[in-house]
């Protein structure tokens, strides 16, 4: 209701009365919600609209400066609709759209922006997809092959089934990019996806485009790569102040029949993903207590230490631990020789759990080493409270320690909290004499790193045991 007050007054200009007025303005008031509407608002699917899209991409691109997380446009355009809409008529079309719109709503997340641009062509967008690249990738990815199947199902209109397809363009970003940059390369990544049949997904980036159609390929080739006994492990020497090997640190490789060597960057993550991180890294500790075992059996290599490494996928799985006392109890070896290297990330929350799984773990003689420290967020107070023996320096510190005095202090700083802890450290990636005088100086005694020695097939690293074993005699 709107109500107006006013006063009357006399000759004098005394105010003798008030009159008030009341007038219903429920109908103004509904006009002017269905303005806005129909300002913001596709009036065929009730999506928003253009307008509305382009003021959420400004908004998008804003939270992504600010959050550092990418977020994905996808440009969705029907393969069929011109075809349909003329020989069944637009009403048919309407009710085609509709039907399209409300798979798109059900198809995503609530905080999404499912809009209509036009014609048979939706544009939706996906933000908070996180910080690494290749994760958005793949979840945009997820989400656009969900939503291309979900459209591809029949849909019933009136007393006729229809198929209606759609082809998919997607265009990945982070604050780096405008929106007219972004609809433009979205809509060319959905003509790619035309032009290769329709009913498919693309993405803008040809080199990302490239990258995911290798993993998929990758990930199939890592499921045999097992059975068919693809893997080795390389070795690499790690030393005392005075030269002696301690041992090795054990880093697996692919032998791909194709591609060749294959890092363990290109394909842990993946292992992880897809969960055959467990059975790959049961194998590897598996050839670890084999090989601790045979050098066991030989004076002069029986000293020596093997340092695994662990991801926190395994760790966390609630099996590691059976999986370890099954292994021990299979392969008689000097357990105290066998050392798990665990990231920081795996250890971060430092909960009771994670702890507690620690000292079991421990409790079989088990020995842990922090891999790439000071790379996360280790905190002191969780140093403390985890049954760990070793620090190891990161190899991004020991690179820039004779330039960088920051690095130089960093490390300073972590060789004394290990000291204080009572834990070793060691460092990896020493390349250069200069780098070892730094650590050294710095009160670093043990070393890893080419200046020492490559990761090496196993002949090679027995061979060079040996030769240095020829030396000391
Ligand atoms: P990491 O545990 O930090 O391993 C050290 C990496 O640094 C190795 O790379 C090694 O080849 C490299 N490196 C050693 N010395 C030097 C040096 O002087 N200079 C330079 N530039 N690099 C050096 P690699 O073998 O490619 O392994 C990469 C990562 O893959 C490892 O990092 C580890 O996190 C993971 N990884 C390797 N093997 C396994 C495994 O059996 N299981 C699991 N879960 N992860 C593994
Ligand atoms: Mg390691
Ligand atoms: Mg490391």
Known sequence: ??????????????VTHFIASVVDVTRRKSDEARIEQLAFEDPLTQLPNRRVLMDRLHHALTAAARSGQHAAL???????????????????????????????RQAVRDGDTVARLGGDE????????????????????????????????????????????????????????????????????MYAAKSAGRNAVRFFDPAMEAALSQ??????????????????????????????QLGAEVLLRWQHPRRGLVSPQAFIGLAEDTGLIHELGEWVLAQACELLHAWSQRPERAHLALSVNVSARQLHEPGFLSRVERLLQRHPVPVGRLK???????????????????????????????????????????????????????????RDIVDDPNDRAIVRTIIGMA???????????????????????????????YLFGRPQPLNDFEAGLDELGAAVH
């Not at 209701?1 to 005394?14: E, F, N, P, Q, Y």
């Not at 393969?79 to 509709?98: A, W």
């Not at 908070?128 to 958005?136: F, I, K, S, W, Y």
């Not at 080739?221 to 059975?227: H, K, N, S, Y």
Request: proline letters at 2%; aromatic letters at 6%.
């Open 74 to 104: 996808l440009f969705i355009d029907l393969d069929n609709f011109k075809t349909l809409n003329d020989t069944k008529g637009h009403l048919f079309g309407d009710e085609l759209l509709r039907g399209v719109a409300d798979r798109l």
């Open 340 to 398: 798990l290297e665990l990231t920081e990330s795996s250890l971060l929350d430092g909960t009771p759990e994670a702890v507690e799984q620690l000292e079991r773990l421990k409790a079989l003689g088990l020995s842990f080493s922090l891999d790439d420290f000071g790379t996360g967020y280790s905190s002191l107070q969780y140093l403390k409270r985890l049954p760990l023996d070793e620090l190891k320096i990161d190899r991004s510190f020991t």
């Open 122 to 189: 939706f544009v939706i967008m996906l933000e908070a997809l996180g910080r690494d690249a290749a994760v958005a990738a793949r979840l945009a990815r997820t989400v656009g092959e969900k939503i291309r199947l979900a459209v591809a199902q029949p849909l019933q209109l009136r007393d006729v089934e229809v198929v209606a397809t759609c082809s998919i363009g997607v265009r990945l970003f982070d604050h780096q990019a405008t929106v007219d940059d972004l609809l433009r390369h979205a809509d060319t990544a």
């Open 419 to 449: 000291q204080s802890l009572n834990l070793g450290v060691i460092a990896e990636g020493v390349e250069t004499p200069a780098q070892q005088a730094v650590l050294a100086d710095a009160g670093c005694r043990q070393w890893q790193g």
């Open 1 to 14: 209701a709107w109500l107006s007050i006013s006063a009357v007054h006399d000759a004098t200009g005394t």
């Open 215 to 244: 993993r998929a390929e990758l990930e199939s080739d890592l499921r045999q790569a097992l059975q068919q006994g693809q893997f080795v492990l390389h070795l690499q020497p790690q030393v005392d102040a005075a030269g002696r």
